[in-house]
Structure formats: C-alpha cells, structure tokens
T-cell receptor, first 109, second 119 residues
Framework: GQNIDQPTEMTATEGAIVQINCTYQTSGFNGLFWYQQHAGEAPTFLSY??LDGLEEKGRFSSFLSRSKGYSYLLLKELQMKDSASYLC??????????WGAGTKLIIKP | GAVVSQHPSWVICKSGTSVKIECRSL??????MFWYRQFPKQSLMLMATSNEGSKATYEQGVEKDKFLINHASLTLSTLTVTSAHPEDSSFYIC???????????????FGPGTRLLVL
C-alpha cells in the first residue's frame, strides 16, 4: 500500500528553527509537495521537490532523498503566523497525489 | 502564482435543498480537478477526482448520486450537494492540477474553500 508518515504535532519557539520530517512509500514517484494550511483555510503551495537535494525559498527550505523515501521542510526564524498544519504529499506513478495526515505546528512566544 | 477560485465561500441552507459549488482555475488549464471535504480538526478527505469531459471517479464511501460533479471545461468544475442534510455540513475544497508557466509540473493548487452549513 501507499503510505506517507509525518509527525502529528510539533511545538517550537518564535525565532527558532524547526524541521518537519516526512517519509513515504508509494507506487512510483513524480515529486513531493509541501503545503501549508492555516486553520479554517485551504492549503497553499509551499514547495516541490523531484530531484535529491535542498530547495531554499526564503525562510522555508525543503529537502528530498529519493533513495531513502524521505523529505523534510525546514522553517527558519519562526514567526507566530507560521502556526499551521504542514502537509506532505507525493505524486505517484499515476500522477495521483498521496497525502500525509499533516503536522500541526504550534509556535510559542 | 496560479489561482483557483471557488464560489460561494459560505452557504447556509435548509435541510433538503441542493447546493452548487463552483471551482475555476483562473490562469491555467486544469487537466484534473479534485474535490475534498474537511471536518474540523481533521485531515483533507478526497471525495472525487474528475477529468474534463469524463465522469468523476468517486472515493469509497462517497455517494455519487448525492455529490454530483460536473467538469464542463478545463477551467470549471462544479460540485452539487443534493438534498443536503446537517451531516453534510463541512468545509468543501476544490483543487485543480495543471502546469502553469514557470511553475513545477503538475502542481496542484487549491481553491479557498466553501463552508456549508445545513440547518
């Protein structure tokens, strides 16, 4: 079966750095996405990785290792507005998005 | 970035009525559109997938006669909740997948969602 695993909840302090991990087992791989979802809102696109390595975009970076079936989202200089759920999703061989359950990130002052 | 619009954003209706929700990809052609439902504090739940001009594929447990999906064009899909009941009250989110200029291939973008409250 297909499976995406990520922690249910994480807590971090304002100004700090947090890394949200995602491991996956899917039938084929055509890229991995990270989305941010604030409570009561639809998800918004953060990043897309299809090749191994680190993609940096401002305070957010996303890393992928295809051989390990592993990705992480790194958030630096955390702000209170970063409190949200972060969804990991993998595009499988049929170009279907397989979703993780999401990681709720709580930022404390 | 790519934009997906969804209308209406809020619906309050009486039990037994039908509600139509529209989803449009504004600046790209969506090869596939998806409809999700999300209950409070729960994950997104895929309801159905639709390709333009063909019948939608429904996920297990989703009644296709109750949730009618029409994918009329590469930029428009509609979800009609027929004979809505209070248990259908939820946050409905559409998503459109396509390739936008300058963006990663086959990225999936989300509409802002529609809150449905059935009294």
């Amino acid at each position: 079966g297909q499976n995406i695993d990520q922690p249910t909840e994480m807590t971090a302090t304002e100004g700090a750095i947090v890394q949200i991990n995602c491991t996956y087992q899917t039938s084929g791989f055509n890229g991995l996405f990270w989305y941010q979802q604030h409570a009561g809102e639809a998800p918004t696109f953060l990043s897309y990785n299809v090749l191994d390595g680190l993609e940096e975009k401002g305070r957010f970076s996303s890393f992928l290792s295809r051989s390990k079936g592993y990705s992480y989202l790194l958030l630096k200089e955390l702000q209170m507005k970063d409190s949200a759920s972060y969804l990991c999703a993998v595009l499988d061989s049929n170009y279907q998005l397989i979703w993780g359950a999401g990681t709720k990130l709580i930022i404390k002052p | 970035g790519a934009v997906v619009s969804q209308h209406p954003s809020w619906v309050i209706c009486k039990s037994g009525t039908s509600v139509k929700i529209e989803c449009r990809s504004l600046d790209f052609q969506a090869t596939t559109m998806f409809w999700y439902r999300q209950f409070p504090k729960q994950s997104l739940m895929l309801m159905a997938t639709s390709n333009e001009g063909s019948k939608a594929t429904y996920e297990q447990g989703v009644e296709k006669d109750k949730f009618l999906i029409n994918h009329a064009s590469l930029t428009l899909s509609t979800l009609t909740v027929t004979s809505a009941h209070p248990e259908d009250s939820s946050f409905y989110i559409c998503s459109a997948r396509g390739w936008t200029s300058g963006g990663p291939r086959e990225t999936q973008y989300f509409g802002p969602g529609t809150r449905l409250l059935v009294l």
